[in-house]
């Protein structure tokens, strides 16, 4: 072994020439904290940090330093020339260029932070729907067009490189592009911030519609993921099963040791996640699951047992493999538990080991560590900081879980009593026996707290208790959250107002108020307008004197000086035609469809649910299709064409959602093929609806859907998209509706149905009213052309006919159905009137400026986490 270097090295006898050496410090891939850095950076020799320094890698600056990166990327890591370079390999090279340079500025953001040793934020998500890459880098740091310009001298159209690209299948609905969003607004923002999720294999399912029918297969979109940096080192021992002993310690103390478990390892991979206009490049951390014990058994393998020496290697990777496996059966929901604590407790003992670098007392920890419970999914990490405190770090009971309430926030998401998760207590003691006890401590001092403060009021106690008293016992897991969060927020105000008024009432009886506050979701201006509809951005752009509206969205209010400039609303009207050309060239492309760009088009793409009313969607287009037909030639004339356009996911195992894709598919079978009809009505369902789609999708809507019953929807951000991108919108007043429709003006929406505060009492009507409320008869002309089979066969629909007519119809598609056709019915008559139109559409557009997710950030990093922007400085 060499001897250390010394500062000043002695100088070399003469004629001979020494080998140099490399420094004796350690140096470790997963950095050092901010005491540590200076020291090592002093350790090394002047001479070799200049050369270090020297030689660093650079960002490319213009076309041609883009160019020899691509080109050396093309020929080295893909080991391809350019006589076999496809669009593909120019995907690729082009991928592995910008990443380079996104990994530059990453790495200074992560020094700054560590330097200005900044309390960071940790956003867990089970979902982070992030889309493509490529074009959202590009456009973030500023070279998109460097790209296409120096793309196009290597013989390629930017448009089909960007196309090559998979989307990241890391989440499935609303609650993953949001995390998404907060993700770019924090890295524009500069604050410093990480998410950490989970790096599914296969995502949710890509969608395939064979004979009308969702069938799921698996979405291999990992075959080449060129932005994602695995990180070896960086590995997590996590335990299931196993038993807790107790152990008495010297002082007389009383430790639980949980151990005799299976062990599974949680490897890192990161994913670089650049700000707009700004050096700050914050990162997404997610964990793949592999086995401890090795990937294979030569022993069994040698034996003969092949298939047994695989196990391990499978039943380990199993837990990183599909989001949200189907919980209808046990062993699914006992996978989907092991997804949920293995994701928590590799971020977690990422968290702390940062946090361990400061050399700073526990008491510090909520001081330098925010964590935010995206929905309940996250919410054991509550549990696994107290069991990491007090069984590993020894710290006292009532210690720790002060430090663990200080430390998190949860965000909720439903108002749904069914929708809020909860794990059986049998499943929960087997596979994780310590937190299940840890959470009866919890919830015992708890219920010992709401004691004294109620004291007799049983029937509080009952209602607050994290354990449900059902058969089995349940863990609620809201309430867990409610309990080891200091605040608890909603993400729209009436979705706020209803979960202190219903669902977590009780909460508010035993906190106060002050716990319960309201932050209402926003979107990325940068991806959902600037990326999704760039010619709009750039009309916008050119009125407004330049791009600032993309950091600063309440300037699109500046729009409203040129509502009089009858150019402007034509160019308006022109690029959203434009936009439906491109939508329905898809559309031909992909279904064989014709339709008309120059129809009303009305979108409803998000996930298939009751509560989100496909299903009333549908049957309003089954009224309109049979009044035309009811039309004579003369009278159809004068109707308004329209193409309705649906996009979404069922989940696996919701039978009824399912059901609502097949009648769509089913109608539109029968209604595009309608000689009588043509180009007047048009039903166009796109399978596997995404990130990339809805880029193509929502700038080409003229209204678009947002119809869930009343104080079903907790916010929506796809409401605030569509209109961002001159759409209007139809919807309940529900969720985010009402305060965009507050934002936007009543003129420029069509809302209709009952209002939230009368849901319950129409509920109950339906039950126990005598007579029952009779059927609308729209809706019942509608149910009769479905039962005598004018869309196939009647039995495949009659549960989604009786769920309304027999099963009490809880989601009120009847009582609101009147009130829908009316409102279609204004929208008919208002779209006729292309220049008032534009008006509506250009108004609307002007006033979204508070949607974006930068005010919503904001609002988190003031109200709940306590943390301030830390810029990068930017290069001379």
């Not at 609650?175 to 924090?186: I, K, P, Q, T």
């Not at 939230?756 to 009507?765: C, T, Y």
Request: proline share 4%; aromatic share 10%.
């Amino acid at each position: 072994m060499s001897a250390p270097i010394a500062a000043t090295p002695p100088a070399p006898a003469a004629g001979i020439t020494e080998p140099k050496e490399r420094p004796k410090h350690r140096r470790t891939a997963t950095g050092f904290g901010s005491r540590e850095i200076k020291a090592v950076e002093a350790s090394i020799p002047k001479p070799l940090r200049e050369t270090w320094r020297k030689l660093a890698a650079t960002e490319f600056k213009g076309k041609e330093e883009f160019q020899r990166e691509v080109v050396r990327h093309v020929e080295t890591t893909l080991a391809r020339s350019m006589y076999n370079c496809d669009e593909l390999g120019a995907y690729s090279g082009a991928a592995l260029a910008l990443r380079d340079r996104l990994v530059i500025a990453w790495n200074k953001t992560q020094q700054q932070h560590t330097f200005v040793d900044s309390k960071r934020v940790y956003y867990l998500s089970l979902e982070f729907l992030m889309g493509r890459t490529l074009d959202n880098a590009m456009l973030n740091v500023g070279v998109k067009q460097t790209a296409r310009d120096g793309l196009d001298e290597l013989g390629f159209r930017i448009e089909d490189v960007i196309d090559q690209e998979h989307d990241a299948a890391l989440g499935n609905g609303g609650l993953g592009r949001l995390a998404a969003c907060f993700l770019d607004s924090l890295a524009t923002l500069n604050y410093p911030g990480w998410g950490y999720g989970l790096r599914y294999r296969y995502g949710i399912f890509k969608q395939e519609i064979i004979d009308g029918h969702q069938v799921e297969v698996p979405d291999y979109w990992l075959d080449f993921n060129p932005w994602e940096f695995p990180r070896h080192d960086i590995v997590v021992d996590i335990m299931f099963y196993g038993y807790v002993r107790k152990q008495i310690e010297e002082d007389g103390t009383t430790r639980s040791i949980w151990e005799g478990g299976e062990v599974v390892q949680a490897v890192a991979y990161d994913y670089p996640i650049p700000g707009f206009d700004t050096e700050n490049t914050n990162n997404l951390r997610l964990w793949s699951s592999r086995p401890a014990s090795g990937e294979f058994d030569f022993q069994k393998f040698n034996a003969g047992d092949y298939e047994s020496a695989v196990r391990e290697q499978q039943r380990a990777e199993t837990i990183s493999a599909v989001l949200y496996p189907n919980d209808n059966i046990d062993a699914g929901k006992e996978l989907r538990l092991k997804q949920q604590y293995f994701w928590v407790s590799a971020s977690l003992h990422d968290i702390i080991r940062r946090f361990k670098k400061t050399h700073r007392p526990w008491d510090q920890f909520p001081e330098r560590v925010a964590i935010q419970l995206n929905d309940t999914h996250p919410a054991l990490a509550i549990v696994e900081l107290q069991r990491i405190l007090i069984d590993i770090e020894h710290l006292s009971y009532d210690k720790a879980w002060g430090i663990v309430t200080r430390t998190f926030g949860y965000t909720n998401h439903t108002v749904l009593p069914e929708a809020l998760e909860k794990w059986s207590v049998p499943l929960m003691q087997h596979l994780l026996p310590r937190h299940m006890q840890i959470i009866y401590d919890i919830n015992l001092f708890f219920l010992q707290g709401v004691e004294k403060k109620f004291p007799g009021d049983r029937e509080l106690l009952m209602k607050v208790s994290i354990i449900e008293e059902s058969q089995p016992q349940s863990i609620r897991m809201a309430f867990l959250a409610i309990i080891g969060s200091h605040k608890v927020n909603g993400v729209a105000e009436l979705h706020s107002d209803l979960i202190r008024t219903t669902i977590f009432k009780d909460f508010v009886t035993v906190f106060g108020t002050d716990k319960f506050i309201n932050i209402t979701n926003g979107v990325t201006p940068r991806r959902w307008l600037h990326q999704a509809n760039p010619k709009l951005s750039d009309l916008i752009s050119e009125k407004l004197g330049g791009d600032s509206f993309l950091k600063d969205l309440t300037l699109l209010d500046g729009l409203l000086e040129h509502l009089d400039d009858k150019q402007f609303r034509k160019d308006w009207m022109d690029i959203k035609y434009a936009n439906k050309v491109r939508l329905a060239k898809y559309i031909k492309e992909t279904t064989q469809i014709a339709v008309n760009p120059a129809s009303l088009f009305d979108i409803q793409v998000k996930r298939i649910h009751e509560y989100k009313r496909q299903q009333m969607n549908i049957f309003g287009i089954i009224h309109r299709y049979l009044t035309l037909k009811a039309m004579k030639p003369e009278q159809r004339k004068k109707a308004v064409p329209r193409v309705s356009i649906f996009g979404g996911k069922a989940a696996p195992g919701y039978w009824m959602a399912k059901t609502i894709i097949r009648l769509i598919t089913a109608v539109g079978d029968v209604v595009n093929c309608d000689k009588d009809i043509g180009d007047l009505l048009k039903v166009i369902f796109i399978e596997d609806y995404n990130v990339s789609k809805a880029e193509m999708i929502i700038p080409a809507s003229d209204i678009s859907e947002h119809i869930s019953t009343a104080g079903t929807e907790a916010s929506g951000t796809s409401n605030m998209k569509f209109v961002l991108n001159g759409g209007l919108i139809i919807g309940t007043v529900d969720g985010a509706n009402v305060e965009i429709v507050e934002q936007i003006g009543d003129e420029q929406a069509f809302t209709f149905g009952h209002l939230a505060h009368s849901v319950p009492e129409l509920r109950h009507q339906h039950h126990f009213a005598k007579p029952k409320p009779v059927l609308d008869k729209c809706l019942k002309a509608v149910f009769d052309a479905i039962l005598k089979g004018t869309f196939g066969t009647p039995e495949l629909f009659e549960p989604l006919i009786n769920s309304i007519t027999e099963g009490g119809d809880y989601y009120l598609v009847s009582d609101d159905f009147q009130s829908y056709i009316d409102a279609q019915s204004l929208v008919d008559e208002l779209y006729v009137d292309k220049d008032s139109w534009a008006e509506r559409s250009i108004t609307a557009v002007a006033k979204m400026g508070f949607f974006s997710s930068d005010r919503t950030i904001v609002e988190y990093a003031e109200q709940i986490w306590n943390i301030e922007p830390v810029p990068v400085p930017r290069q001379k």
